[in-house]
């Protein structure tokens, strides 16, 4: 008798296709770090288990300890405190008005898309013993508060306080103070009543804030990497990157240190997801107004405060760069003979690898933008709008993989795609540059799901189940329905994913073939080499280029498009109706 088999149905095919793109991409990679660690040389042909000992070896082993030890502090110092400057920030911004606000909108975002490499860069240059500080201001005492462990966290925090700032603001869009007010009318002092309804309604955003500062923290391999040619702070994903890439290679090393690394990381998650699910955080009812920032006679005070922060946070390190770019030598100091435009003329030689590096990465971070907004894409309709039984797993994964670092993915990558069978079906990856693609595929499908998700969720599901009723396809109620109402979504889903793949270090600083240069690379290596000059040069000019090339970009989709189409368009005037002329268009 003949057995009818189901054919599966596109939305189940579509959920199938992204379980297996986020296997590939991003569990494979990480397990295969994970393996290592009980098996070394497993993905080299040495099958040799050495148990669970390895994993304790860290408390034993001096430079895997201050590792662990630095990174720790780094993450949850600079936690605090770019939590309380970002909080603070957020307090000020919402309830004053001032003018100078949109200026530090602007800032949190810049320095939220900015890699932490060229901030750190600039704060290189302007706090070392022969930098702008020393030489030029006459401020000796910068060097020695910058390169020490709080110093750092210092540095950190204005670089990252902006998650915490963008957290907490958003969750002081809606003026919820009839709570106090009930409070203070049953008896309960100020005090009482900001300790115990003002400051806990606002945890779930302080919690987020703090989370994501921590993990882009203890993650971050930027700033070690500035560093190593000034100070010595070995960090997990410094040392990582540095066990690769001394003589002789070591995998256990790299290994036992991404375990811990991702380990420290899934724990912050759990640990904020834990404190949240322990109370109820709604506040949004009928009586809830948007909070209006309140105008008062001493603005001139705010604008003071939120300026001279700014002129810290991003003026000195960028303006650090801009000057340093001009100058022949930093311990020349400012003076018409220092001056030089050879730093930038030598950009325009045709053997820089400054050019070649920018077009290497501009193709790269295309690539990794539109597969990555594809698949973010594939990953929300299946997670908004179907029942696929493994959405659960999907979900799961995709918040796991923000907390993967860029170093940790780069590992995985070369265990996975460095095997010697995969030369015989000719995907043998590593040492190509198609393995930069995939790893930075990699990091921009998380960012491109989130965004995807948050607008996914704000469309109802009934206009496509209609569209389906009607006999759509899949593919035709994404493209008729879906994408022209998410528009906006998708433009800044892919150019977050473009631009953050553009600066990527630490996956393209692992994986770059030989005689393949990116831009993030070739502008650290010119750092290492002390070629200040060149190296904030090639910053500030192909940190212009990519900014021109998005926004005008951006300017295309959201008004050229329109415009054109306009262009296109013609009256038809053939119908009539009682002597009026009715037209189509």
Same mark, same amino acid.
């Given at each position: 008798?003949?057995k009818l ?7 189940t ?9 986020? $296997? ?9 770090v ?22 304790? @070896?860290?408390? @034993? ?38 003018? %100078?606000?949109?200026?530090?909108d ?48 210092? =540095?950190?925090?204005?670089?990252k ?15 919820v ?5 009930a ?12 300790? %115990? ?37 070995? %960090? ?12 002789? $290679? ?24 834990w404190?949240?699910r ?25 604008d ?16 650090s ?13 400012? %003076? ?9 003329? /030598?950009?325009?030689n ?5 050019? /070649?590096?920018?077009?290497?990465s ?21 997670? $908004? ?8 797993? =999907?979900?799961t ?25 995969? @030369? ?16 930075s ?6 960012i ?28 035709r109620?994404?493209f ?26 630490? $996956?393209?600083?692992i ?49 050229? =498009?329109d ?7 013609? /009256? ?11 037209? /189509?268009?």
């Open positions: 008798m003949l088999t189901k054919k599966p149905s596109a939305p095919v579509l959920g199938w296709g992204v379980v297996f793109i986020l $296997i590939l991409f991003i569990l494979l990679p990480l397990a295969a994970l393996i290592q660690i009980v098996l070394p040389g497993i993905f080299f042909g040495k099958l040799d288990f050495q148990g669970f000992g390895l994993v304790f @070896e860290i408390f @034993e082993r001096k430079l895997w300890s201050k590792s662990l030890s630095n990174s720790l502090l780094l993450g949850a110092g600079t936690a605090v405190l770019g939590t309380v400057i970002g909080t603070a920030l957020a307090i000020m911004r919402k309830s004053r008005s001032f003018y %100078t606000a949109i200026l530090l602007f800032t949190a975002w810049a320095l939220l898309i900015l890699p932490s490499f060229i901030i750190a860069q600039g704060w290189v240059l302007f706090s070392n013993g022969n930098g702008i500080a020393n030489h030029i201001l006459g401020l000796p005492w910068v060097n020695d508060f910058v390169f020490q462990p709080m110093g750092l966290i210092f =540095i950190m925090s204005l670089c306080f902006p998650y915490a700032y963008l957290a907490v603001t958003a969750a002081l869009e809606w003026n103070s009839y709570f106090n007010d409070a203070r009318l049953n008896g309960a002092t100020s005090w009482r009543a900001l300790r %115990t309804i003002q400051i806990p309604l606002v945890i779930p955003a302080l919690l987020s804030g703090a989370a994501l500062i921590f993990m882009d923290t203890i993650g971050d391999f930027g700033l070690p990497a500035s560093l190593a040619a000034v100070y010595s702070f070995p %960090t997990l994903s410094y040392s990582i990157y540095t066990a690769l890439y001394t003589a002789p $290679i070591r995998y256990d090393m790299a290994g036992i240190l991404s375990f811990y690394l991702v380990a420290i990381i899934v724990f912050v998650m759990l640990f904020q997801l404190i949240l322990k109370g109820n955080y709604s506040t949004i009812s009928g009586r809830a107004i948007r909070t209006n920032p309140l105008k008062t006679k001493n603005s001139w005070l705010y003071f405060i939120n300026i001279g922060f700014l002129l810290i946070a991003l003026g000195i390190p960028i303006g760069s801009i000057i340093v770019s001009f100058m022949d030598s930093i311990g020349g100091g400012i %003076t018409i003979s220092n001056f030089t435009l050879e730093n930038y003329q /030598e950009l325009l045709i053997d820089s690898t400054i050019l /070649e590096g920018l077009k290497n501009l193709t790269i971070a295309a690539l990794a933008g539109v597969i990555g907004l594809i698949v973010g894409i594939g990953i929300g309709y299946v997670l $908004i709008f179907t029942d696929f039984k493994y959405r659960s797993f =999907i979900d994964l995709s918040v796991v993989s923000l907390a993967v670092p860029g170093v940790v993915l780069g590992i995985g990558y070369i265990f996975i795609w460095n095997q010697p069978f995969l @030369e015989h079906i000719h995907l043998h990856l590593y040492g190509t540059p198609a393995i930069l693609v995939l790893a595929v990699a990091g921009a499908i998380p491109a799901a989130r965004l995807m998700i948050s607008s996914m969720t704000k469309i109802p599901a009934s206009l496509l189940a209609s569209a389906s009723i009607q006999g759509a396809s899949l593919t109620r994404i008729t329905i879906l994408l022209p109402l998410m528009r906006a979504s998708l433009l800044t889903a892919g150019l977050t994913a473009f631009g953050t793949s553009i600066f990527d270090l630490a $996956i393209t600083s994986l770059y073939p030989p005689n393949f240069v990116t831009l993030p690379v070739a502008i650290n290596k010119a750092f290492e080499d002390l070629n200040y000059g060149f190296a904030t040069a090639a910053t500030i000019t192909s940190g212009t280029i990519i900014i021109i090339f998005m926004m005008t970009f951006k300017w295309f989709v959201e008004k050229g =498009i415009y054109f189409l306009n262009l296109a368009k013609k /009256e038809k005037s053939h119908v009539f109706k009682d002597s009026k002329r009715v037209k /189509e268009i």
